[in-house]
């Protein structure tokens, strides 16, 4: 009896101990509540910009990768700018990262940038390269759409998804619930941010490595 006692503890312990590093895998690096990590990269006019000039600003970070079918989307049914667009009239700062490596999937240049800007009439407050990564990891985006916020604070207060429709058809946009939006509008407001954790979808971030 005592044997089987112990057998059916330490499984347990095991089991749990699976499930806590499968949780752990699973979440992004950087916490809700947490200090945004800084960083400082080069827009498309060769300008540094660093999260630290825009203190005591709402902030949206967004991963993209223009080839990615659920970046296209978002940009080709014009959701992603009208976000853009009403938020930084509100005073939002709003920075579009790409962190696709040199020769990957998505990389630009600074001039193909600026075209694909125009093109889609996008209006982020400053679209960053990020080719080595190293911002892209530093807040463990995973996905291109992968979206986090910022609040005046400097914490993070939203990580995941757009919104909760994982399909890659444009017409999914259409009822889908924007958890940005719903963030964003909390946090104009100072009100508390009531799903402030979903999990992002969409293409891998093309890392350099």
């Known amino acids: 009896m005592r044997r089987f006692v112990l057998t ?5 312990v095991f089991f749990l101990s699976s499930i806590l590093s499968f ?8 916490q809700i509540g947490a200090s945004a990590p800084q960083f400082t990269a080069s827009d ?20 993209t990768n223009p080839e990615c079918p659920y970046v296209v989307k978002h940009y080709q049914t ?6 853009q667009k009403k938020y930084v009239g509100l005073g939002v700062v709003w920075l579009t990262i790409n962190s696709s490596g040199e020769n990957k999937q998505g990389n630009l240049s600074t001039e193909e940038a600026k075209n694909y800007l125009s093109e889609k009439a996008a209006v982020p407050t400053a679209y960053l390269f990020d080719p080595s990564g190293t911002i892209g990891k530093s807040y463990g985006a995973k996905t291109t759409p992968h979206m986090f916020i910022i609040n005046s604070a400097g914490t993070v207060a939203y990580a995941g998804a757009i919104d909760d429709n994982s399909s890659s058809r444009h017409s ?5 619930r924007n958890f940005v ?7 104009l407001a100072d009100q508390p ?3 402030a954790s979903t999990k992002a979808y969409g293409c891998s971030v093309k890392y350099s490595s």
């Open 181 to 187: 939006a719903e963030a964003l509008d909390a946090l």
């Open 44 to 63: 498309v006019h060769g300008v540094n910009q660093s999260l630290d000039q825009y203190k005591g600003k709402i902030i949206v970070l967004e991963w």
């Open 172 to 176: 999914s946009v259409e009822n889908a």
């Open 78 to 83: 014009g959701n992603m700018q009208q976000l």
């Open 193 to 195: 941010v009531q799903t």
């Open 8 to 12: 059916v503890f330490f499984l347990t």
């Open 23 to 30: 949780a752990s895998a699973t979440q992004a690096e950087v």
